[in-house]
Every structure is written in C-alpha cells, then in structure tokens.
C-alpha cells in the first residue's frame, strides 16, 4: 500500500520501521519540526524524522497541520492510507478524508480506556495486569474513533514506563503490520468504542513525582515505575530534593509514621507508608548521580527514624 506515515517520537519508529520491512511504500513522513537541544540551542531532528532520513523518504515539517498550505502539500503525496503514531497534532476532518482508507491511529492502550496522552505511565501507576496496542480509525475526536484491531501484552511487576513503552514500540509495529493487510481485504470490522468505560490519561508533569507516604507502599511502587525515567518520582532529605529510581513494596507491619526511615541496611533502606514499607534500591541525591542504594548508604549516613518529604 502507498502510506503517509505521522508520527515524531522514539515510539513511532517501531511502526514506521516495520512498515517499511512488509514492502509498504511509504510516500511522505510527516513529523513535528526541528527541536533546538541543550545550551548550545542545535536543532534536532525529531526519531521519525531521522528514520526516514536513513531511508530517503520525504520529510514535511508543519507548524500546523490544519492550515491550507500544509493540507495543499499533503495532497502531494499520494495515499491509500495514512498511519498515525503519537504525532502530537490534531488532524482536521479534511484530512481525515483524504485517503481511501482515511487514517489509522496507532494507540499505547486498550481502547476505550485511556485515551489521552499518557497511556503507558497511567496503566502501570493504576495497578493495571494488562495492556496493549489498538489501532483506530482516527476520527474528529480525541481517541474516540472505532477499533479496529488490539494486540496485548502482560504489565509486570518490574515494568517501568521505559521496559513498556519498548514493549509496545514493537507491538505497534507488529499490529499495524497485521492490520493492512485486512483492512485491505475488507476484513476488519468496526467497532464503536463504549464511552462508559473511558478513563483520559492527561499530560505527565514533573509535580505528579513528588511522594506521598500516605499511600500504600504498592501505590508507591507503581508510581516509581510509572515515572520512570521521565519525569522521575522524588521527595526530600535533609532539605534535597532525593529521587526514587527503584524501589521495592515490603508488607512490613509498623506503627510508624508515613515517610520515616524504619530500617537501614549496607544494600538498601526501607521507608514507612501508610501500609508496608518501601524498600530503596537504587536513588540520586540532588547534585549528585543516580546510583545503587549501596553507593549511596558508603557516603552517607542515613539514621532511622529519619523522615523523608521535609
């Protein structure tokens, strides 16, 4: 099939590359422009972009994908259908309709649940067993297109948002893959989303990181993981700012309050939630880099009783 290809991060790569291995021909790759990097201010291209770049497909860079100009351009390069992954612009209903197939989004979840943004950091924060790759036929709406084929996967224990979003890079690949062909026979059957069973998964920031001791050691544990590695979840010690790497729920009964150290061992050490505690293995002080919780505990001396968060 001739494809137009949207998308701009590292997760949009996966499908883009396993398009292109199925023998698609892909006329364009439309991606979000340059980005200035560091203090040197250098432009940077987008992981789309340099993709394409290494398989000499043409780039278009939009501003705004909406205007006349850029809807002028798209119709210049022809499609059957257009894929979209994490492109980070809204598409208007002209553009939609351009294609024969119109276009195809490919989704971080099981629709309907989580739409929205930040679908592989919520699923692992809220304590999901399952998730997967849906891919949609994109309408006017934020995710709320009719789904057309899901792949899953099993949430770990030990997933991060980085292991899952890996995982699913690859998965998106392979259900675009195995979409087309039956999107092309006419064997994929629509199906409405229920709105019932929605649940948005707004933008991360940086303030959700912050710890709450209040809250189970699990709840804790799911949040480390979730934000890791961007934004990063942290509290405080000692008036410093103290990111949490990886960290381990313990079912430890004690009456302590919320946020104090309860044990201190050479390997690690254990803080109190309001159920069980949180055993720290790996954290980075700030001013200082991320290490084992080992390196840490050498040069500092970490007393319990000691409370985290002030």
Known sequence: MQIVFMGTPDF??????????????????VTQPDKAKGRSGQLQFPPV??????HGIPVFQPRRIKTPEAIEELKKYPADVYIVAAFGQILSQEILDLPKYGCLNIHASLLPKYRGASP?????????????????????????????????????????????????MVLGGEAITEA???LEAGKLTPEKQDDAKTCYAALITKEMGRLDFTKTAAELDRLIRGLTPWPSAYTFYRGKQLKIWKAIPMVTAHRETPGTILTVNKDSFEVAASEGGLKVMELQLEGKKRMTAHDFLLGVKVQPGEILGE
Not at 120 to 134: A, K, L, P, S
Not at 142 to 149: P, Q
Request: with cysteine.
């Open 120 to 168: 592989i950091q919520r699923v692992i924060i809220d304590g999901e067993t399952e998730t997967g790759v849906t891919i949609m036929q994109m309408n006017a709406g934020l995710d709320t297109g009719d789904m057309l084929y899901q792949k899953k996967i099993p949430i770990t224990s030990e997933d991060t948002f980085e292991t899952l979003h890996d995982k699913l």
């Open 49 to 54: 972009k340099e993709c394409a770049v290494k």
């Open 180 to 182: 087309l062909p039956l």
């Open 12 to 29: 949009a790569v996966g499908a883009l590359e396993a398009l292109i291995a199925q023998g698609h021909e892909i006329t364009a790759v």
